[in-house]
């Protein structure tokens, strides 16, 4: 069974600061993917990565898939409180698991004005 | 709108119920998913169904009972739940053939279980 650990679970920060949230594994994953939630609301996706040590960037957020595509990280520039919420990292294991993702835990993020 | 309609939102029943839920998609996509979402935990995929075909029954209890009729509704029936079957469920959809194509998810329905 694959895992993916995403940390930190919950991060609390006030508006203008900068955050990491990390997501690891033992596991090769074909593509990795990043979503986030709001209360009420379904996961939405923000990103892709596909090749090893692919950088992508969607204004202030910047997604950084791992050399060996075990891990990944999600970096917020100035967050802002409309950056509240749930975000999720999902691997596709590819192969025969084609598009059966595993998730993270997720990691709740609050920022305060 | 995310093109991913699940009713009801929200469901409240006990554990000798039969209820459903009900999930539309518009999005011309041919894979449904439903997932479970409980607090503290990732989101456990449950049923994968593919051209109305189920091709994952990822261990799931017997009490929870998936029908999907037509590419665009995908239904799971509920009967003598428990109450840890109480969490958010999700469906999502997703064009297979599609490389990397993301899942495209309702907004849930809240199940609680008393």
């Known amino acids: 069974t694959q895992l993916l650990e995403q940390s930190p679970q919950f991060l609390s920060i006030q508006e203008g600061e900068n955050l990491t949230v990390y997501c690891n594994s033992s596991?090769?994953?074909?593509?990795l993917q990043w979503y986030r939630q709001e209360p009420g609301e379904g996961p939405v996706l923000l990103v892709t990565?596909?090749?090893?040590?692919e950088v992508k960037k969607l204004k202030r957020l910047t997604f950084q898939f791992g050399d060996a595509r075990k891990d990944s990280s999600l970096h917020i520039t100035a967050a802002q409180p409309g950056d509240t919420g749930l975000y999720l990292c999902a691997g596709d294991a590819g192969g025969t698991s084609y598009g059966k993702l595993t998730f993270g835990q997720g990691t709740i993020l609050t920022v305060h004005p | 709108e995310t093109g991913v309609t699940q009713t009801p939102r929200h469901l409240v029943m006990g554990m000798t119920n039969k209820k459903s839920l009900k999930c539309e998609q518009h999005?011309?996509?041919?894979?449904m998913y439903w997932y479970k979402q409980s607090a503290k935990k990732p989101l456990e995929l449950m049923f994968v169904y593919n051209f109305k075909e189920q091709t994952e029954n990822n261990s799931v209890p017997s009490r929870f009972s998936p029908e999907c009729p037509n590419s665009s509704h995908l239904f799971l029936h509920l009967h003598t739940l428990q109450p840890e079957d109480s969490a958010l469920y999700l469906c999502?959809?997703?064009?297979?053939?599609?490389?990397?194509?993301?899942?495209?998810f309702g907004n849930g329905t809240r199940l609680t279980v008393t």
């Open positions: 990565v596909v090749t090893g040590g």
């Open positions: 596991s090769v994953f074909s593509s």
């Open positions: 999005l011309g996509h041919n894979a």
């Open positions: 999502a959809t997703r064009l297979e053939s599609s490389y990397n194509s993301p899942l495209h």
